[in-house]
């Protein structure tokens, strides 16, 4: 157990295995001190959890888990990239999210909240970041929500 899953532990979350790419992109590019995640959907295991449009065929709290499950792909992503040293992780910078909504859907931005508040969680004041949340008409594999993030790391590649 290493020190990612020891910090979800206590929420009865652990992080899964990193999802692969369905198209053509890396799962994360370091940019000097930088780590650009892709974005991540509320997939587990090669599996969609959470489809449909919020506010017509999914719910509010579903989304909000739907956001969580994407944060811990992102979080999958990060221990790959910072080598399994979360102590590597200076800040979450900015974090980005898609809500599949119906139109005119006001609740976007605390769908998104729940992959805020994880890495809020997890990493302390580190985990506050600027951030965008956004209405969309469609999302891969008709994903309910899908969520990036840009981290800054210390120490060299």
């Known amino acids: 157990m290493d020190e990612f899953d020891r910090r979800l532990e206590p929420l009865g979350l652990a992080l899964p295995r990193r999802p692969e790419p369905i198209a053509m992109f890396l799962p994360y590019q370091r940019a000097?001190?930088?780590?650009?995640?892709a974005g991540q959907t509320c997939?587990?295991?090669?599996?969609?959890?959470?489809?449909?449009?919020?506010?017509?065929?999914?719910?509010?709290?579903?989304?909000?888990?739907?956001?969580?499950?994407?944060?811990?792909?992102?979080?999958?992503?990060?221990r790959e990239a910072c080598e399994g040293?979360?102590?590597r992780v200076l800040r979450c910078v900015r974090v980005?999210?898609?809500?599949?909504?119906?139109s005119g859907y006001p609740r976007v931005p605390h769908v998104?909240?729940?992959?805020?508040e994880l890495f809020i969680t997890v990493f302390g004041d580190r985990g506050r970041h600027a951030r965008t949340a956004v209405g969309?008409?469609?999302?891969?594999?008709?994903?309910?929500?899908?969520?990036?993030a840009i981290f800054e790391l210390t120490?060299?590649?």
């Open 136 to 148: 969309v008409a469609t999302l891969p594999q008709n994903a309910a929500v899908e969520v990036d």
């Open 43 to 78: 997939e587990r295991d090669g599996k969609m959890l959470f489809t449909g449009r919020v506010g017509e065929e999914l719910e509010f709290e579903a989304a909000r888990r739907a956001a969580v499950v994407c944060a811990l792909n992102l979080l999958a992503a990060l």
């Open 32 to 37: 000097g001190s930088l780590v650009f995640l």
């Open 112 to 116: 998104i909240d729940g992959a805020s």
């Open 85 to 87: 040293r979360i102590e």
């Open 96 to 102: 980005g999210g898609f809500v599949q909504a119906s």
């Open 155 to 157: 120490g060299a590649a």
